[in-house]
Every structure is written in C-alpha cells, then in structure tokens.
C-alpha cells in the first residue's frame, strides 16, 4: 500500500489528483480539519502551510492545508461560506503562526482559539487581504 492510499483510507477518501507540480490532492468531502490534522498527525505527516485564496464574486474564501509525508506533499482544500474554521493549533502546534497570519490578513476565526497580535496594530482592521466588498 502506497504512502497515498494509507492516507485515502485512513480519511474514507477515494478522490486523489496529482496537479502539474505533484501534490496529491484529496477530496476531503465533508470531513472537519481537526479529523485531517487527527489523521496527518497519527501518520507522522509535517504540517508545511495554509494558504488562504479569495474566490471570485463573493464565494468566499477557500484554504488549502499542505502537509508533507515522507517527501510526498499532501493538499486538502476547505471551502468557506462563513469567515470560520475549526483551529487545528492544540492538535498541531505548528499552525500557530500561519493561522494568526491567515486569521488577520483574511479576517478568518479559527475557532476554538486565542489570538496575539501577529502584524496588524492597535486600530487595524482584520481582513487587510480582502477586497473592500468582502470585508
């Protein structure tokens, strides 16, 4: 069984595509990041980065969850329709900085978490990144 299909099984996927650079894609259906980071950390995955994207029109946003298992980068996408998602950073201690990056650059609540100041200061507004319509 490849590094890939441990991964699909252990999340009930069976959707994988390779893009031209060759992540592995997953389709994570309606699975919650915490059962993601669950998994990856019970595989010994490397959590590597998220990557917040504003979707065109007012779609809202998608982030991308990237992870490293064994050489073979790992990429699941979450869609937004709400500013929200669940933190993963008492799971994976390694989000802390990308989530309070993404939380003030994209104005997005990780729930379940405390936030320090990261960039913005006193009078910032969250959400620096975003269209003015978005926000």
């Not at 031209?20 to 980065?49: N, P, Y």
Request: charged share 25%; proline share 1%; with cysteine.
């Amino acid at each position: 069984m490849t590094v890939i299909d441990n991964i699909a099984e252990r999340l009930g996927i069976n959707n994988v595509q390779t893009d031209s650079s060759g992540v592995q894609w997953f389709d994570i259906g309606h699975r919650s990041v915490r059962e993601l980071a669950t998994a990856m950390k019970a595989c010994r995955a490397r959590f590597v980065t998220i990557t917040a994207t504003e979707l065109p029109g007012n779609d809202g946003l998608r982030l991308d969850y990237l992870w490293d298992l064994n050489g073979h980068l790992l990429g699941f996408s979450f869609h937004l329709d709400t500013n929200s998602i669940e933190s993963i950073f008492d799971i994976c201690e390694a989000t802390d900085w990308i989530e309070r990056e993404v939380h003030e650059g994209f104005a997005v609540d990780f729930v379940g978490r405390a936030y320090e100041p990261l960039l913005l200061r006193e009078g910032n507004n969250l959400g620096v990144n975003l269209r003015e319509e978005i926000r």
